[in-house]
């Protein structure tokens, strides 16, 4: 088993604590289309309203809603690879959010998982949907996780009633600090797995880099030199048992 590298804990002091800086800290850290492959550029529309987020309902269908008390600020931005040489479309998706506290963002965290058990199927809006969703969570140092805090990854189907399928779909998040933040892909005709992960595997491990780096503090009595970069581990998803369970957007797809 490898050894977990010495990382850059979280600095609560680093930590946004008002809704401005929070915003300003997204903006330094939320994937831009060059952190993807070659290729990928901004959708139409690029970035989600700031003042929502992505809510999983009991039914197992996503909305839109206001930002809990719990949330500082969240951002969503979409893109795609244009359909070309024979291959559709690909969408992807990269979100930052800021939580008031790392436990509010550890929650966060949990209330995935527990969304991932109660709706291996989802409907992300009229005519679009995931299917056979498989969560798998890893904590730093379990499951090849030598990166993040709290990693989440879901794979399955993505099914739209415009762009066709079914066809691959992948979702991670990680936590730090006070901070989620996630990447998607849903695949296009002539992508396989593999194809897709090359197009997105560099949008998270690039957030978690800017994150250490601005929120960070060097480890304490730890051997070896923080890590600074690297693919995150898969991981799973997660909710609560009320009626709504905020939770990362999945608008990306």
Request: glycine residues 12%.
């Given at each position: 088993?490898?050894?977990?590298?010495?990382?850059?804990?979280?600095?609560p002091?680093?930590?946004p604590?008002?809704?401005?800086?929070?915003?300003?800290?997204?903006?330094?850290?939320?994937?831009?289309?060059?952190?993807?492959?070659?290729?990928?550029?901004?959708?139409?529309?690029?970035?989600?309203?700031?003042?929502?987020?992505?809510v999983?309902?009991?039914?197992?269908?996503?909305?839109?809603?206001?930002?809990?008390?719990?949330?500082?600020?969240?951002?969503?931005?979409?893109?795609?690879?244009?359909?070309?040489?024979?291959?559709?479309?690909?969408?992807?998706?990269?979100?930052?959010?800021?939580?008031?506290?790392?436990?509010?963002?550890?929650?966060?965290?949990?209330?995935?998982?527990?969304?991932?058990?109660?709706?291996?199927?989802?409907?992300?809006?009229?005519?679009?949907?995931?299917?056979?969703?498989?969560?798998?969570p890893?904590?730093?140092?379990?499951?090849?996780?030598?990166?993040?805090?709290?990693?989440?990854?879901?794979?399955g189907?993505?099914?739209?009633?415009k762009?066709?399928?079914?066809?691959?779909?992948?979702?991670?998040?990680?936590?730090?600090?006070?901070?989620?933040?996630?990447?998607?892909?849903?695949?296009?005709?002539?992508?396989?797995?593999?194809?897709?992960?090359?197009?997105?595997?560099?949008?998270?491990?690039?957030?978690?880099?800017?994150?250490?780096?601005?929120?960070?503090?060097?480890?304490?009595g730890?051997?070896?030199?923080?890590?600074?970069?690297?693919?995150?581990?898969?991981?799973?998803?997660?909710?609560?048992?009320?009626?709504?369970?905020?939770?990362a957007?999945?608008?990306?797809?």
């Amino acid at each position: 088993m490898s050894p977990v590298p010495a990382v850059k804990s979280a600095d609560p002091g680093l930590q946004p604590s008002t809704p401005a800086r929070a915003r300003q800290l997204i903006a330094k850290l939320i994937a831009g289309p060059g952190d993807f492959s070659a290729g990928v550029r901004k959708a139409v529309p690029y970035e989600s309203d700031s003042g929502t987020w992505s809510v999983l309902r009991r039914n197992c269908v996503w909305n839109r809603e206001p930002l809990p008390a719990d949330v500082l600020a969240t951002l969503t931005r979409h893109f795609e690879l244009p359909p070309a040489a024979g291959k559709g479309r690909v969408r992807l998706s990269a979100t930052v959010t800021v939580h008031r506290t790392g436990a509010d963002a550890a929650w966060e965290q949990a209330r995935m998982v527990e969304e991932a058990l109660h709706c291996d199927q989802q409907v992300l809006r009229q005519g679009e949907r995931l299917t056979g969703l498989m969560p798998q969570p890893a904590r730093l140092g379990e499951a090849a996780n030598l990166y993040s805090e709290d990693s989440l990854m879901e794979a399955g189907q993505c099914v739209s009633a415009k762009h066709g399928g079914p066809y691959p779909y992948w979702w991670q998040q990680v936590t730090y600090g006070s901070m989620v933040a996630s990447a998607s892909v849903c695949g296009g005709r002539g992508y396989d797995t593999d194809a897709l992960m090359k197009i997105v595997v560099n949008a998270l491990p690039t957030m978690q880099v800017r994150a250490r780096e601005e929120l960070g503090r060097e480890p304490e009595g730890k051997a070896g030199t923080p890590s600074t970069g690297g693919a995150p581990s898969t991981g799973g998803t997660a909710s609560t048992g009320g009626t709504a369970s905020p939770a990362a957007p999945k608008d990306g797809e």
